[in-house]
C-alpha cells in the first residue's frame, strides 16, 4: 500500500542526543497530542500507562528508551565501559514495563546484543550511534512487516465481507498500517467493499477509542460494537470473517491477546466463521509451547471499576482484572504473518514459517 499514514505512534528526530516522541494514545481519540520522552523512567512510564501500546509498538518504543537513558552518558562523555553498563541498565529496566507482549523482549535482546558486541566502541556516542541505528533498524523492519502482512491479510476477504475485530491493530500498535487492521486498510485501499465491526474493548476502549479512530482515518466502513455484542452480529450473519492481532504466539500457536479474544474465538467457531490471526514473527515464542506459560498481565482494579472516568462499582469489590487471554490453536483457521500465511495453525508449520530464512 502506498498511501502515507495520517499519524506515527512514535517518532525520533535527530541523532542519538535528538527527541523520541510518542502519540499519547490515552488521549485519543479526543487529542492528537505527540508527548516527549526525554528520560527512561518517562518511556517505561508511557509503556505502563499504555500511552504507546500494541505489542510491535512497544517494542519499538523500548529500542529507542535504551538511546533515551544513554544521553546523559553521551552529554557527559562518560566512559565506555559505564556508558554500556547505562544501556544494559536501560534494558533490564524496560523489561519490567509490561509481561506479556514478547515483541517488548525481542527488541531488548537485539538491543542488548549490540552492546554486548560492541566491547570497544570508542566512545558513549559512538554506542549511542549503534544503538539510534539498531532502534531505526526495528523501526523500519516494522514498517515492511505491516506492508507484507497488509497484502496477505487482505487476500483472505471478499467482496461484501463483514469483518469483526477485537482491540487495536493499527498504525498506533506498530510502526504503520498495523497487523489485523493492516490487512482490513489494504483490503479497503484496493476496492473491496468490506464492512467491519470493532468491537469496543472492555475495559479500556482500545476498540472504541483507537480502531474507531484509525478506521475513520483511512475512510473504511466500519461500526462500532460493546463486545458483549460480537455472538448475536454473528449471528445475525453480519460477519464473514474475524481478524485480530497478538501479543505473544506460542510454538503451537496458541495465541495470547487482548482480553476477550478468547470469547469471540469461540463465538466464531460456533457460528462456522473463519478466525484469524495477523503478527509479525517477533510475536512468535518458539520457547513456548503451550499457551498456558505465557505471562499474563494482571491489571490495577481501577480500570474496571472507575476507567470511564467516574465510579462505575461500589468501593472495595473484589477484581479480576487480567489484561490478556490465550486462544488456543485449534480456534485459529490461520494466522497471517510477513512471511506467508501459517494454514492449517500447528507447531511444524509454525516453527517452519518463523524459522524460514528470509533472502
Ligand atoms: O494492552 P494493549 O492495548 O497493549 O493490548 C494490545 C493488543 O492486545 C493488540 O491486539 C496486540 O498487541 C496486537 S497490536 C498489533
Not at 523520541?20 to 479526543?30: A, F, G, K
Not at 464473514?240 to 469461540?266: F, L, S
Request: proline share 5%; aromatic share 6%.
Amino acid at each position: 500500500m502506498s498511501q502515507a499514514p495520517p499519524y506515527a505512534s512514535i517518532t525520533w528526530s535527530g541523532d542519538s542526543l535528538g527527541e523520541m516522541r510518542v502519540l499519547d494514545q490515552t488521549e485519543l481519540p479526543l487529542n492528537l497530542v505527540m508527548r516527549p520522552l526525554g528520560s527512561v523512567q518517562e518511556v517505561h512510564e508511557a509503556i505502563v500507562a499504555l500511552r504507546v501500546r500494541g505489542a510491535p509498538a512497544i517494542g519499538i518504543a523500548a529500542a529507542y528508551g535504551v538511546v533515551v537513558a544513554l544521553q546523559d552518558s553521551i552529554r557527559n562523555r562518560a566512559a565506555t565501559a559505564v556508558a554500556s553498563q547505562v544501556a544494559r541498565n536501560a534494558c533490564d529496566y524496560l523489561a519490567t514495563s509490561r509481561p506479556t507482549a514478547v515483541n517488548l523482549f525481542w527488541a531488548l535482546d537485539r538491543m542488548r546484543r549490540k552492546i554486548d558486541a560492541n566491547p570497544s566502541v570508542a566512545s558513549a556516542v559512538e554506542l549511542g550511534n549503534l544503538l539510534l541505528r539498531e532502534a531505526r533498524l526495528i523501526h523500519d523492519e516494522d514498517r515492511s512487516m505491516c506492508h507484507a502482512i497488509g497484502d496477505y491479510g487482505a487476500s483472505l476477504f471478499d467482496e461484501g465481507f463483514g469483518v469483526l475485530t477485537h482491540c487495536n491493530t493499527g498504525g498506533l500498535a506498530t510502526s504503520e498500517y498495523g497487523t489485523a487492521l493492516a490487512a482490513i486498510i489494504t483490503a479497503h485501499a484496493v476496492g473491496k467493499k468490506i464492512h467491519v465491526f470493532a468491537d469496543e474493548t472492555r475495559p479500556l476502549l482500545q476498540g472504541a477509542r483507537l480502531t474507531m479512530w484509525e478506521l475513520q482515518q483511512y475512510g473504511v466502513p466500519s461500526t462500532l460494537i460493546c463486545d458483549s455484542m460480537a455472538a448475536q452480529v454473528m449471528r445475525e450473519g453480519k460477519i464473514q470473517a474475524v481478524i485480530v492481532g497478538a501479543d505473544r504466539i506460542t510454538a503451537r500457536g496458541d495465541t495470547a491477546n487482548k482480553i476477550g479474544t478468547y470469547g469471540v474465538a469461540v463465538a466464531a467457531r460456533h457460528h462456522n466463521i473463519p478466525f484469524y490471526v495477523a503478527a509479525p514473527t517477533s510475536t512468535f515464542d518458539l520457547s513456548i509451547i503451550g499457551g498456558d506459560s505465557i505471562p499474563i498481565e494482571q491489571r490495577k482494579p481501577e480500570e474496571i471499576t472507575q476507567g470511564l472516568g467516574r465510579r462505575t462499582a461500589p468501593p472495595d469489590c473484589m477484581v479480576y482484572n487480567p489484561a490478556f487471554d490465550v486462544t488456543p490453536a485449534e480456534l485459529i483457521t490461520a494466522i497471517v504473518t510477513e512471511r506467508g500465511i501459517i494454514h492449517p495453525v500447528d507447531e511444524d508449520r509454525v516453527r517452519a514459517m518463523v524459522e524460514k530464512r528470509t533472502a
